[in-house]
């Protein structure tokens, strides 16, 4: 159980172009999801958390009309980085709260690396 | 706001047992995680403590949580070559987020 997919997996884009990225909960309800960004060899930097049906929090320094969050149903959450540049390149992580089991945990999805050209 | 750390490296033989420790600024975490992230992928959950236990042991793995000074570590008996990969501890002083560690890439060598 507790299983969360993100697509796509890999994304290139040229640089303008938005690009809209899938974090699914397959088998719980998620009342929460999370979207952390990951650059090469660093730590996860969460980027905003997402509560269905109402809108997103976003981290100090995260553009909210850069990454447009939207999480419209219990099991369904997605991330758009609009007019994408080089330097959005990086590993996009999602992540889903079951609130029915202990511990608060976060499951997290497989990621997503975009590469902006 | 809270500040978790790491070693950033840590080199074992196979079969020895691995430690990797973890220190954190804010006491009010109610629960504290371990998480295995292998190259390329997303982050998979080891084990998490509450805030309120010393130790808790699952298989292989051992978390101990010295909460006075702070720290949390992380042992893993027998340590494999698939053990290999990036550790993140991640407290929660607030339960709607997870702040992470540096991570500690942890090889494993024949």
């Known amino acids: 159980g507790a299983v969360v997919s993100q697509h796509p997996s890999w994304v290139i884009c040229k640089s303008g172009t938005s690009v809209k990225i899938e974090c699914r909960s397959l088998d719980f309800q998620a009342t929460t999801m999370f979207w952390y960004r990951q650059f090469p060899k660093q730590s996860l930097m969460l980027m905003a958390t997402?509560?269905?049906?109402?809108?997103?929090?976003?981290e100090q320094g995260v553009e909210k009309d850069k990454f447009l969050i939207n999480h419209a149903s219990l099991t369904l959450s997605t991330l758009t980085v609009t007019s994408a540049h080089p330097e959005d390149s990086s590993f996009y992580i999602c992540?889903?709260?079951?609130?029915?089991?202990?511990?608060?945990?976060?499951?997290f999805g497989p990621g997503t690396r975009l590469l902006v050209l | 706001g809270e500040d978790v750390e790491q070693s950033l490296f840590l080199s074992v033989r196979e079969g020895d047992s691995s430690v990797i420790n973890c220190t954190y600024t804010?006491?009010?975490?109610?629960?504290l995680y371990w998480y295995k992230q292998e190259p390329g992928a997303g982050l998979q959950l080891l084990t998490y403590i509450f805030s309120n236990m010393d130790m808790k042991q699952d298989q292989r793995l051992t978390v101990l949580l010295n909460k006075k000074d702070k720290h949390l570590s992380l042992r893993i008996a027998d340590t494999q070559t698939g053990d290999s990969a990036i550790y993140f501890c991640?407290?929660?002083?607030?339960?709607?987020?997870?702040?992470f560690g540096t991570g500690t890439r942890l090889q494993v060598f024949p």
């Open positions: 991640a407290a929660t002083p607030d339960t709607d987020k997870l702040i």
């Open positions: 804010d006491s009010s975490s109610t629960y």
């Open positions: 997402s509560n269905e049906g109402s809108k997103a929090t976003y």
């Open positions: 992540s889903a709260r079951d609130r029915r089991l202990a511990g608060e945990t976060q499951y």
